[in-house]
């Protein structure tokens, strides 16, 4: 081989290289968004995606095909749905809820999972201070506009007090070493008291960092995709002013190999 064509060669296989990588690229994050354009998705999932950016919070935490995932406080399974379809037949979802969940969502969750549209998901029904999961199970937990709800009590619907730290070590138990906890929720104005919770059914960002790395897991990265500086934290989740606007954070945690 002679110089000219050896250095042809060369130029070929580094072009081939950066184009696999460049396809590969592509591939993991049309993996997200394929996810989101299933046609088999329902009107009322679209009109949410706008507000909830499906695709970038989930790649984001790096959601994989063929990972065991666990959607804490599913639903209605919005986010079950998409992470079934993310994570393909070689994975699967638990999609978790509990009676009062129900009591909103019933006939959104009985619609999502009718006919076994989605064969590679389960409902897990425990209610509040009653979650078991079996050691090292889980490649993520998603906790979606659900972690200020710890703070939240109504005898009424049946929502008990949450026991905080007790859910958190139940939860790190069930992760394997490596996985993630992806959690996102309404803002609260820095310093506010947990509270918030129950009242306006937001929550402070770095109580939140606090309690989640005293249970043992590692902030792992954060995202703003779906920061709203002109959200106004006096108002309830469920104003009209605020509802679907809202400020929110999205942070992931890891526990530690």
């Known amino acids: 081989m002679n110089f000219k064509t ?8 580094f072009i081939t290289c950066l184009l696999t990588q460049a396809f590969a690229a592509q591939s ?24 909830r950016k499906p695709a970038e919070v989930l790649a984001f935490l790096g959601i994989a095909p063929g990972m065991v995932v666990l959607d804490l406080f599913s639903g209605g399974g919005y986010y079950t749905e998409l992470l079934a379809r993310i994570v393909g037949p070689d994975g699967f979802v ?70 905080g730290p007790a859910l958190l070590a139940e939860l790190y138990k069930g992760m394997k070493p490596g996985a993630v906890l992806g959690i996102v929720d309404h803002a609260a104005a820095q310093g506010s008291p947990s509270t918030t919770g129950g009242t306006t059914h937001r929550i402070d960002r770095d109580l939140v960092v606090s309690e989640v790395e005293a249970a043992g897991f590692v902030l792992d990265g954060e995202s703003d995709v779906l920061r709203n500086a002109d959200d106004d934290y006096d108002k309830s989740v469920f104003d009209a002013d605020v509802r679907g606007k809202t400020d929110r954070f999205v942070l992931k945690f890891r526990k530690p190999d």
């Open 6 to 13: 050896s250095t042809t060669a060369a130029i070929l296989l």
């Open 28 to 51: 993991a994050e049309n993996i997200y968004q394929l996810a989101v354009n299933n046609e088999e998705r329902s009107a009322a999932d679209i009109a949410r995606d706008s507000q």
């Open 94 to 163: 638990t999609g978790h809820s509990n009676l009062a969940y129900l009591g909103f969502s019933g006939e959104e969750s009985t619609a999502r999972y009718k006919d076994n549209r989605l064969p590679n998901t389960s409902i897990l029904m425990a209610e509040n201070n009653e979650l078991m999961l079996v050691a090292d199970t889980y490649d993520a937990v998603t906790m979606i506009l659900a972690y200020h709800d710890i703070y939240y009590a109504d005898a009424d619907i049946g929502w008990a007090k949450i026991d």
